[in-house]
Nanobody, 124 residues
Framework: QVQLVESGGGLVQAGGSLRLSCAAS????????MGWFRQVRGKEREFVAG????????DYADSVRGRFTISEDNPKNTVYLQMNNLKPEDTAVYFC?????????????????WGQGTQVTVSS
C-alpha cells in the first residue's frame, strides 16, 4: 500500500506560481511512476504531468508544457509539481498518483494509488 498526501495548493493571481508536493508513505517511490492529474467539477480528470519510475523521462500535457515541471526527491519520498505562469484555466483540484513500474503516464487507469487532492485557484 502507498499513501499519497498532496499539499501546496491555494489561491494565486494569474501569472503567479505554486509548488505542489506529494508525500508518499508505505512504500518507496523508486519503483513507481508518478503522475499529476487535475479535475474541474463536472469534468473528467485529466493528465497534467508524469515522471517514469526510472526517472529517465517525463511527459506533460500540451496545455502546461513549458510552464509546469514535475520532479522527485527520492530520499524524501516526495514528488513535486512546480507551476509557473499560472492561468485561470489551471484552476482545478490537483491529484497525484502512483503506478508500480508504470509506463503509460497519461492513462488514468494505469495508476494504482491516488491522493485526496489539493485545490488550486487562479484568479484573473
Amino acid at each position: 500500500q502507498v499513501q499519497l498526501v498532496e499539499s501546496g495548493g491555494g489561491l494565486v493571481q494569474a501569472g503567479g506560481s505554486l509548488r505542489l508536493s506529494c508525500a508518499a508513505s508505505g512504500r518507496t517511490l523508486s519503483s513507481y511512476s508518478m503522475g499529476w492529474f487535475r479535475q474541474v467539477r463536472g469534468k473528467e480528470r485529466e493528465f497534467v504531468a508524469g515522471i517514469r519510475w526510472s526517472g529517465s523521462s517525463t511527459d506533460y500535457a500540451d496545455s502546461v508544457r513549458g510552464r509546469f515541471t514535475i520532479s522527485e526527491d527520492n530520499p524524501k519520498n516526495t514528488v513535486y509539481l512546480q507551476m509557473n505562469n499560472l492561468k485561470p484555466e489551471d484552476t482545478a483540484v490537483y491529484f497525484c498518483a502512483a503506478s508500480f513500474l508504470g509506463t503509460r503516464l497519461t492513462t488514468i487507469t494505469a495508476y494504482d494509488y491516488w491522493g485526496q487532492g489539493t485545490q488550486v485557484t487562479v484568479s484573473s
